[in-house]
């Protein structure tokens, strides 16, 4: 099993970014999928959850409107969109799965790290 996020980086504020988490190992539409960013010096903050068929998608109230949430079961990749992306959101963001429909397994990615600055 592996989750890989990809897509961080340096970022100037106000820009845009794409996060992506392709998996491997497990049946991907079987999982939830789930981002969740750890800033410099904080605990875990969860972001966004989206159903295995992507029908739904849930946001942390702070984060709606900037933050957007997409799978692609067919190539077994989530995605995080941020747009109008402010220096608060520096963090290592992660991605994880979570079983919904044969077990409650959950699986962890190694995180991408995006720093906003000037």
């Known amino acids: 099993v592996q989750l890989v996020e990809s897509g961080g980086g340096l970022v100037q504020p106000g820009g845009s970014l794409r996060l992506s988490c392709v998996a491997s190992?497990?049946?991907?539409?079987?999982?939830?999928m789930n981002w969740v960013r750890q800033a410099p010096g904080k605990g875990l903050e969860w972001i966004s959850s989206?159903?295995?068929?992507?029908?739904?998608?849930y946001f942390n109230e702070s984060m709606k409107g900037r933050f957007s949430i997409a799978r692609d079961n067919a190539k077994n990749t989530l995605y995080l969109h941020i747009n109008n992306i402010k220096s608060e959101d520096t963090a290592v963001y992660y991605c994880?799965?979570?079983?919904?429909?044969?077990?409650?397994?959950?699986?962890w990615g190694r995180g991408t790290r995006v720093t906003v600055s000037s």
């Open positions: 989206i159903s295995g068929n992507g029908g739904s998608t």
């Open positions: 190992g497990f049946i991907f539409h079987d999982y939830a």
């Open positions: 994880y799965a979570e079983g919904v429909v044969a077990n409650d397994d959950i699986y």
